[in-house]
């Protein structure tokens, strides 16, 4: 279940970091120029299951380098209850990426200037709503093998690529 949210226990983010704990985290300042993220990483990696991570309204900026992404959500099979809400993602292969079995919601996030603005891959059970995804390559990429992923109130515009 995921945690209340006027939490007294929240942790503070200001920079590329990972996740590996239940809580509730908060961005209390924008990331940019990918805060420091090398090639094939991720600058906010979530590893444990029950976390909100909530961008206050902030940015997570990227180089555009290729295979970074701003949030990977890549947990155990005990990973469920991921929020992921309101910030904006841009410059990033992938602004938005839930992997092998992770579960929870992208809420409220503008993914913009992305190859991939939300990617789910071999997920289920995943909700995207209220997402701004414009001028990606591809706005959102379900895979195949990903089931039960559900799609409300989400905005596509400019993206170059129109399907999933």
């Not at 902030?58 to 209850?81: F, L, P, Y």
């Not at 909700?127 to 990606?136: E, G």
């Amino acid at each position: 279940m995921l945690l209340p949210s006027n939490d007294v226990n929240r942790k503070e983010i200001k920079s590329c970091t990972v996740i590996d704990e239940p809580g509730r985290y908060e961005l209390t300042a924008d990331i940019r120029n990918g805060g420091g993220t090398g090639i094939s990483q991720s600058c906010i990696e979530i590893r444990s299951g029950n976390v909100i991570l909530d961008g206050n309204g902030h940015a997570i900026d990227g180089r555009g380098n290729s295979h970074t992404t701003a949030i990977q959500v890549k947990t155990t099979e005990d990973g469920n209850d991921i929020l992921i809400t309101n910030m904006t993602l841009t410059d990033w292969h992938k602004g938005v990426a839930f992997e092998n079995g992770s579960q929870g919601k992208i809420q409220n996030v503008t993914a913009a200037s992305n190859v991939y603005g939300i990617a789910v891959e071999n997920s289920s059970q995943v909700i995207t709503k209220d997402n701004k995804l414009r001028r990606n390559l591809v706005g959102m990429k379900i895979s195949d093998d990903s089931i039960h992923i559900e799609l409300w109130g989400n905005t596509f515009s400019d993206n170059q690529v129109k399907t999933m």
